[in-house]
């Protein structure tokens, strides 16, 4: 029995049909053209609320434009719809958190994970001692991406793996919707990979976080993702579930090769 008749039975009034939650993000037809060049042609896709999607493609397909144009970095035509804070044609900051390929402060500047708290929530000077709140604010932060021991490490110290969680941890302020991640795994080790994805895929579980990444490791997106979009030149190739989506015939029309998807294996 269908639970609209089931409830219709139960309750021995009429039972309206279950309408499915809009999505976090309704894209419509976007295209960016960006220094003459267009980057992105008539993307339609829909980012599903509290689930983690997966952008794919090859390097210059319109990944990470795509991204920048949903946190309103990138002029674009089209229609981009947000279901979260209270300007629906325009993300709210405060509802989206960004997770960039690299850090934008040099590392090599004489500053602890706890400065750089600082320095991106309050707009007090450094050498005016850091306030309570942030200290706070930072410790629990860093809590929930486990590393709050390591508050007074310089950054310079940190291994690739850790600084992306930091930046992640900054990510997390105030308490988005809505985390985009830009290829965040590139570039440190396998193990630190797993654990940053078996971080992201905790937080999503736990916060009930919308989470939209780009990745070039197939094997994680397939483990992490609950959606997958195809991009190949700017165009929306496929999209669907990674275990249909991410078939050799799919990955080859997406890769322009034979690609087959490996699972990682120990050692």
């Known amino acids: 029995m269908s639970q609209a008749l089931s409830s219709a039975a139960s309750g021995g009034g009429i039972a309206l ?7 976090l993000v309704a894209i419509r037809d976007l295209s960016v053209n960006l220094g003459g060049h267009t980057i992105l042609r008539r993307v339609t896709a829909d980012i599903a609320r509290g689930k983690v999607t997966a952008l794919i493609g090859l390097n210059g397909s ?8 949903v946190v309103g970095e990138y002029p674009y035509r089209g229609k981009i719809t947000y279901h979260c804070g209270h300007d629906h044609s325009h993300p709210t900051p405060e509802y989206v958190g960004y997770v960039p390929q690299r850090l934008a402060v040099d590392a090599r500047l004489p500053l602890t994970i706890r400065d750089l708290f600082a320095l991106a929530l309050s707009s007090r000077p450094l050498f005016l001692g850091i306030p309570r709140w942030v200290s706070e604010r930072a410790e629990h932060l860093m809590e929930r991406v486990g590393m709050a021991t390591l508050l007074d490490h310089p950054i310079d110290g940190l291994s690739g793996g850790q600084l992306q969680r930091v930046l992640l941890a900054l990510a997390l302020e105030p308490s988005p919707e809505l985390l985009l991640l830009d290829e965040p795994a590139a570039g440190i080790d396998f193990k630190d990979q797993k654990k940053f994805y078996d971080l992201i895929s905790r937080i999503n579980q736990e916060m009930g976080l919308t989470v939209v990444l780009v990745s070039h490791d197939l094997s994680m997106v397939n483990a992490h993702s609950h959606h997958v979009l195809c991009l190949k030149n700017g165009e929306i190739a496929c999209q669907g579930p990674p275990q249909e989506i991410l078939s050799p015939m799919n990955l080859s029309l997406t890769f322009g090769a034979e690609t087959q998807l490996f699972p990682h294996r120990a050692g």
């Not at 049909?17 to 999505?23: D, E, T």
């Not at 319109?62 to 144009?69: F, H, N, S, V």
Request: without cysteine.
């Open 17 to 23: 049909p279950m309408v499915p939650p809009p999505p």
């Open 62 to 69: 319109g990944k990470t434009t795509l991204l920048r144009a």
